[in-house]
Nanobody, 115 residues
Framework: QVQIVESGGGLVQPGGSLRLSCAASTSIFSIYTMGWYRQAPGKQRELVAT???????NYADAVKGRFTISRDNAKNTMYLQMASLKPEDTAVYYC?????????WGQGTQVTVSS
């Protein structure tokens, strides 16, 4: 069982920046494809970005050019650097770790973009 803990959420003004972190309790963190998902009130959970074990990244169109996903395998941690935030980015952001049929989720961290 892998424990996933997200941190870094909060309230930020439109146009601002925020960095989310995702720590995983596994010594084999490097093999997992890691991802960020988000769920806004009344909406389905959606993909934000993923990063594979080899470092390949993928982004949702809505965040391309504004968000950057990265990972530090030595620290068993993944990050999401968010810039030029918009009110529509407001959501609970979830971290996901996946390896074949193994999938783990964190509890989520709230990001609110509002003036």
């Amino acid at each position: 069982q892998v424990q996933i803990v997200e941190s870094g959420g909060g309230l930020v003004q439109p146009g601002g920046s925020l960095r989310l972190s995702c720590a995983a309790s596994t010594s084999i963190f490097s093999i997992y494809t890691m991802g960020w998902y988000r769920q806004a009130p009344g909406k389905q959970r959606e993909l934000v970005a993923t990063i594979t074990s080899s470092g390949s990244t993928n982004y949702a169109d809505a965040v391309k050019g504004r968000f950057t996903i990265s990972r530090d395998n030595a620290k068993n941690t993944m990050y999401l650097q968010m810039a030029s935030l918009k009110p529509e980015d407001t959501a609970v952001y979830y971290c996901n770790a996946a390896y074949h049929t193994l999938v783990y989720w964190g509890q989520g961290t709230q990001v609110t973009v509002s003036s």
